[in-house]
């Protein structure tokens, strides 16, 4: 993903999450299975990961220059996935939740303080 973001879109490349989601099993986050490209591991039918990508602390103004002052924003989609026993097929996503967008965002005024509609 990385490399991808680098290549088509370099100013974003800085805002990238350090890593594209987690394995999990037992415990909730499996260290050993963190999705980056330092991680050599084979996916297996059955395992289930959290996939979550995103930029963060983004300049608003990215693409106008970037400027130092300009305000910031993130954006990060997750979902959680298993793999499919029949590798042929597409992983499944279990996240069976409305995903309207009123549901999903929340935003933060200057100081701090939230609003899900994007008047904060």
């Given amino acids: 993903a990385q490399g991808i973001i680098t290549r088509d879109a370099a100013r974003l490349g800085p805002h990238f999450t350090r890593n594209c989601g987690f394995g999990m099993g037992i415990e909730f986050r499996n260290s050993v299975m963190v999705l980056n490209d330092k991680n050599q591991r084979t996916f297996q039918p059955g395992m289930v990961f959290n996939l979550c990508v995103g ?29 499919d026993e029949d590798r042929s ?11 309207a967008w009123k549901e999903v965002a929340y935003f933060l005024d200057a100081k701090g303080r939230g609003s899900s509609s994007g008047a904060a």
């Fill in 55 to 83: 930029f963060a602390n983004v300049p608003a103004d990215i693409w106008g220059g970037g400027d130092k002052d300009s305000p910031k924003f993130s954006c990060i989609i997750a979902d959680t996935v298993r793999i």
């Fill in 89 to 99: 097929k597409p992983a499944v996503t279990l996240t069976h939740v409305k995903r």
